[in-house]
């Protein structure tokens, strides 16, 4: 191998190196898992007379908050609803 094989060699092992360090330290980090809500704060968060979707005994429940009269709660409105309809 000749010297200048040599040299670009070793500048790319260095780059695949420093890339790998770099890659490692800004990975993210490991997201916990979540912790089922406890019964009696889901019943809090039910009221009788909320528009439910879905089977009861879903594997995720997902919680809406809407207020009408808020400009970004109706600019959303339309957002959940096709990610409803999509199933998403």
Do not use: K
């Not at 007379?49 to 089977?55: E, F, K, Q, R, T």
């Not at 400009?71 to 959303?76: D, P, S, T, V």
């Amino acid at each position: 191998m000749n010297r200048r094989g040599l040299i670009l060699s070793v500048v790319a092992l260095g780059a695949a190196g420093f890339g790998g360090a770099a890659w490692y330290a800004t990975r993210p980090a490991p997201v916990a898992e979540a912790e089922p809500v406890a019964p009696e704060l889901a019943e809090a968060m039910m009221r009788p007379y909320s528009p439910i979707l879905g089977p009861e005994d879903a594997p995720v429940t997902i919680v809406e908050f809407f207020d009408p009269a808020c400009e970004a709660c109706r600019a959303l409105c339309d957002v959940s609803a096709h990610r409803t309809n999509l199933g998403v």
